[in-house]
C-alpha cells in the first residue's frame, strides 16, 4: 500500500507520499512515489504513483522516454513540452493505459492486480496551479472548490483531519502540518504506508519548487508532531463530557 | 455501506451499529443492524451484521427457524441453546453459507455483491465474555488481549480513536464515549453510515443487557460528543508547532 496526497490551495500546492512498498508483507521495499518535472519559472508538474509497481515504474519511464524524445525530435509532446497541465494528465493517462495493453492479460492471468493511480499537479506559466487525480481506468478528475486534495492509495485513516482542517485559504506550511498529521493516522493504523515522506510545497505563480524535503522517521519536527497530536487527542478525548447513561 | 463495532473489555462488553442501508444512494433506508438473543443471567448474545440487506436477512430469519424449532423439538441447536459463543458463531457461519448456496449464482450472473460479514458477542453461562468477527466466507476470529475491538463495514475512518483510546481496563461508559467518537468520524466522512446509532452494553458475568439505548441524530449527549470532538481537534491541531521549514 501507500498513501499519496496532493492539495491544491490559493497560495499554493502541497504534494506529500510516503516511500514503502510491499509486495507481499516479506517482501517491503522503499522506493520514491514522487516524480518531479521542472524547467524552473516555466513549469512545475509533481507526480504521485500508488498501485502495481511495475505499472506505475513503466509508466514513468514511458513518460520520461517522451521527453528524451521530444528533446531529440523538437515535436513528440511530453511532460516538458505541453501547454497545460490537463494534456500532461493526459500523457500520463495514455502511458498508463498503454502499459496495460501490454500487461493486463498476463497479470490477470497470473490474479494480480495491475492498477495503478496517479495524482498529478503543479502549474505550467499562463495557467493557474491545477490538480488531477488519474483513476486506475485512465479517467480522470480535477480538484476545484469544494474538493482541495485528492488522495490516493489508503486514505481514509488520513481524511478525517484534511476534512476538518484544510480550507482554500489555508497557508501552505500549515496544510502541511495537516498533512503530516494526516500521514501519521495513516502510519498508526496500516503497517504498510511508512516513512521517510517525501514532501513538496509549490508557491502559487512562481512554476518552482519552494521546498522539497524528505522527511525521516527520526525527523524532530515529525516526532515532535506525533507526539503532540496524540497527547492533543487523548486531551480532547479527556475532554469530553461523561455519558449520561447508566448500566442496569 | 455500514459501520459494526464490538468492544470486549475486561469490565464487559460495548456493541454499537448504525442504522443506514442502500440500494445505491437514491435508495437509501433505515434498518437495525443488530440483533440480540437474551434469556437474562443464562445468555445475552448480540449479533451485528454488515453487508448485503438480503444475504443478512435471510441469515438472521434461518437463525430465528432455529430457535423456533428447537423450542419445539427441545433437539435443534439454536442461538438460545448452544453451550458457547464459539458454537453460535459456527451457526451464524453455518446459515450465511447456506444462504450463499442458494443465492451466490444468481447475485453472480446479476452482478451483485452478496456478501455479508457478522460480529456476534456477549456471554453464556459458564463461559467467559467472547467476542467473534464472521469474515463473508463464513470463517471468523476471536478477540484477544491484543485485539479488543472488532470492527466490519466501513472501518477505517473510524480506527485511529479507537486505537489510540481503547484498553483492556477502559471503563465500559468511557469506551462507549470513544465508540462514539468513532462513529461521528465515520458518518462525516462517509454519507452511507448515518444515525440512529444501536448501542448495548452487558457487563460481565452478568448475562443481560446493562443498558440499551437508541441514540439518534438529535440526541444532545451525542451533539455535545461531536461539537466539542470537533472542537478538541482543532484545538489539539492548532496547539501543534509551526512547521520548521522556509519556504523558497
Chains 1, 2 share one sequence.
Not at 98 to 115: E, H, Q
Request: proline share 4%.
Amino acid at each position: 500500500m501507500t498513501y499519496c496526497l496532493g492539495i491544491s490551495l490559493d497560495a499554493g500546492q502541497i504534494f506529500m507520499s510516503d516511500t514503502r512498498t510491499n509486495a507481499g508483507i516479506d517482501h517491503v521495499s522503499t522506493f520514491s512515489k514522487m516524480r518531479i518535472f521542472e524547467k524552473p519559472g516555466e513549469r512545475i508538474i509533481v507526480l504521485l504513483s500508488t498501485g502495481n509497481l511495475a505499472t506505475t515504474q513503466a509508466t514513468v519511464t514511458l513518460l520520461e522516454e517522451q521527453i528524451q524524445l521530444s528533446v531529440e525530435d523538437q515535436k513528440t509532446p511530453s511532460l516538458m513540452t505541453v501547454s497545460s497541465l490537463f494534456r500532461a494528465a493526459r500523457l500520463v493517462s495514455e502511458a498508463q493505459r498503454s502499459v496495460y495493453r501490454i500487461d493486463a492479460a498476463a497479470l490477470k492471468d497470473a490474479g494480480i492486480d495491475g492498477n495503478a493511480t496517479f495524482i498529478i499537479g503543479g502549474q505550467i506559466a499562463g495557467e493557474r496551479p491545477r490538480l488531477f487525480l488519474i483513476y486506475a481506468a485512465g479517467n480522470f478528475i480535477e480538484s476545484g472548490e469544494d474538493t482541495l486534495f485528492f488522495q490516493a492509495g489508503e486514505l481514509k485513516y488520513g481524511k478525517p483531519v484534511l476534512d476538518r482542517v484544510v480550507a482554500s485559504s489555508t497557508d501552505l506550511l500549515e496544510a502541511t502540518k495537516c498533512a503530516l498529521v494526516s500521514f501519521d493516522s495513516t502510519m498508526k493504523s496500516n503497517v504498510s504506508v511508512a516513512p521517510p515522506i517525501d514532501l513538496v510545497i509549490i508557491k502559487r505563480d512562481t512554476c518552482r519548487i519552494s521546498l522539497r524535503h524528505r522527511i525521516l522517521e527520526t525527523d524532530p519536527y515529525f516526532l515532535e508532531v506525533r507526539k503532540r497530536w496524540g497527547d492533543g487527542l487523548r486531551a480532547a478525548f479527556a475532554s469530553l463530557p461523561a455519558a449520561p447513561w447508566r448500566l442496569g
